[in-house]
């Protein structure tokens, strides 16, 4: 109970210290950083903190890579967004312990464009195009996340773990611009009976990324020409985020089971387009299911980002409507490997943007000889 008291305190102490500077925070900075892990979280809505037990741990709730027991997990995703013009993958390994109290991982993210058009050149100095002078380049956004849980209590009806992740950031734009950046996270996990709670704190020392820039001269003249500017350095921080959990299992019969599971994301850098909106903290919910039939067959749903937004139709722009993204998924276990499937949409509203999402999940088990 102490225990949980001083993180009570701590987390209590950090962010009144956040609300006094959020002036130096940017509030949608390192988004790529949410988008999640693993297609069965997607499939549900992307609620994980407290249910998680796999190698996407690192990423939903580093308290949860303790159940990663006996031996090594691998958890691979790749999804396509925008018709595919955005690209992100996600690769995570878990190694737990010998005697099966701590487990660490490593994660890996990339989100990036690939192939923009660079016509920085197009027109020549007489007002002729050019268009031999384009070239590409890529946005890419990278992160590395080292993760370590443990055990902090166990008894026959109480687990309690706890964990975090030190995560490292590289960002670039072509070779027009670079960031690098760190930050902690830290989660907790209790799991009582058929409940479990969980919650995470992402970045919850803040997490900065320091940016460089480079153009060449001939760069900088078509930019002061086009009154643009040319930035040199310059730095982001981002606010603290704490992610609540709760989730039930609900055993239907010997074969089938219910889990549910609701998580709240509170933000603490002012008004957001969310469910619970106030100044300085907003509130977004999320919600899923998952219904399992002999811990082989899984097929889940979810609801997630709530906000208003501009009716469809409405020629005045003034009405709004709340909206949601809703997403379903599937997935099958066969001895050590599991596959899963997302299909999500970005909007509900009369021209939604589909996405398909799959993972796989190796489970490194050892033969006995």
């Given at each position: 109970?102490?225990?949980?008291?001083?993180?009570?305190?701590?987390?209590?102490?950090?962010?009144?210290?956040?609300?006094?500077?959020?002036?130096?925070?940017?509030?949608?900075?390192?988004?790529?950083?949410?988008?999640?892990?693993?297609?069965?979280?997607?499939?549900?809505?992307?609620?994980?903190?407290?249910?998680?037990?796999?190698?996407?741990?690192?990423?939903?709730?580093?308290?949860?890579?303790?159940?990663?027991?006996?031996?090594?997990?691998?958890?691979?995703?790749?999804?396509?967004?925008?018709?595919?013009?955005?690209?992100?993958?996600?690769?995570?390994?878990?190694?737990?312990?010998?005697?099966?109290?701590?487990?660490?991982a490593i994660s890996f993210m990339r989100f990036a464009v690939d192939d923009?058009?660079?016509?920085?050149?197009?027109?020549?100095?007489?007002?002729?195009?050019?268009?031999?002078?384009?070239?590409?380049?890529?946005?890419?956004?990278?992160?590395?996340?080292?993760?370590?849980?443990?055990?902090?209590?166990?008894?026959?009806?109480?687990?309690?773990?706890?964990?975090?992740?030190?995560?490292?950031?590289?960002?670039?734009?072509?070779?027009?611009?670079?960031?690098?950046?760190?930050?902690?996270?830290?989660?907790?996990?209790?799991?009582?009976?058929?409940?479990?709670?969980?919650?995470?704190?992402?970045?919850?020392?803040?997490?900065?990324?320091?940016?460089?820039?480079?153009?060449?001269?001939?760069?900088?003249?078509?930019?002061?020409?086009?009154?643009?500017?040319?930035?040199?350095?310059?730095?982001?921080?981002?606010?603290?985020?704490?992610?609540?959990?709760?989730?039930?299992?609900?055993?239907?019969?010997?074969?089938?089971?219910?889990?549910?599971?609701?998580?709240?994301?509170?933000?603490?850098?002012?008004?957001?387009?969310?469910?619970?909106?106030?100044?300085?903290?907003?509130?977004?919910?999320?919600i899923g299911v998952e219904a399992s039939i002999n811990n082989n067959i899984?097929?889940?749903?979810?609801?997630?980002?709530?906000?208003?937004?501009?009716?469809?139709?409405?020629?005045?722009?003034?009405?709004?409507?709340?909206?949601?993204?809703?997403?379903?998924?599937?997935?099958?276990?066969?001895?050590?490997?599991?596959?899963?499937?997302?299909?999500?949409?970005?909007?509900?509203?009369?021209?939604?943007?589909?996405?398909?999402?799959?993972?796989?999940?190796?489970?490194?088990?050892k033969k006995e000889k």
């Open positions: 109970m102490k225990f949980l008291i001083k993180i009570i305190y701590s987390i209590f102490s950090l962010f009144l210290l956040v609300n006094s500077a959020k002036s130096q925070f940017r509030k949608y900075s390192n988004e790529f950083l949410n988008i999640g892990a693993g297609a069965r979280s997607l499939g549900m809505g992307s609620v994980q903190v407290a249910s998680v037990n796999d190698a996407t741990a690192g990423y939903w709730n580093p308290a949860g890579l303790v159940y990663v027991k006996n031996h090594p997990s691998i958890s691979v995703m790749h999804a396509e967004y925008f018709a595919g013009i955005g690209k992100y993958d996600f690769g995570a390994l878990a190694l737990p312990s010998k005697n099966g109290n701590r487990t660490l923009i058009p660079n016509t920085l050149f197009l027109v020549e100095p007489d007002g002729s195009l050019n268009y031999n002078n384009i070239t590409s380049f890529s946005s890419a956004d990278y992160a590395v996340l080292l993760s370590y849980s443990q055990i902090a209590k166990q008894t026959d009806n109480l687990f309690i773990s706890y964990g975090g992740n030190a995560k490292i950031i590289h960002r670039s734009v072509g070779s027009f611009a670079k960031a690098w950046g760190f930050g902690l996270d830290a989660g907790i996990q209790i799991k009582k009976d058929k409940w479990l709670f969980g919650a995470t704190i992402r970045d919850v020392t803040t997490t900065f990324n320091a940016w460089s820039f480079t153009f060449s001269d001939r760069e900088k003249e078509i930019l002061y020409l086009t009154n643009n500017d040319i930035p040199t350095k310059s730095t982001e921080m981002t606010a603290p985020r704490l992610i609540a959990a709760a989730a039930r299992n609900f055993k239907i019969n010997s074969k089938i089971n219910l889990l549910a599971e609701a998580n709240l994301h509170f933000t603490f850098d002012g008004k957001r387009n969310t469910l619970i909106s106030t100044n300085p903290i907003s509130i977004d919910p999320n899984f097929l889940r749903a979810g609801a997630s980002n709530f906000q208003k937004a501009l009716k469809d139709g409405d020629t005045t722009n003034q009405k709004k409507v709340w909206i949601f993204q809703p997403s379903f998924g599937a997935g099958f276990k066969f001895g050590n490997v599991g596959i899963d499937y997302a299909f999500t949409n970005l909007t509900n509203q009369s021209n939604p943007l589909y996405t398909h999402i799959f993972s796989l999940r190796i489970d490194l088990v």
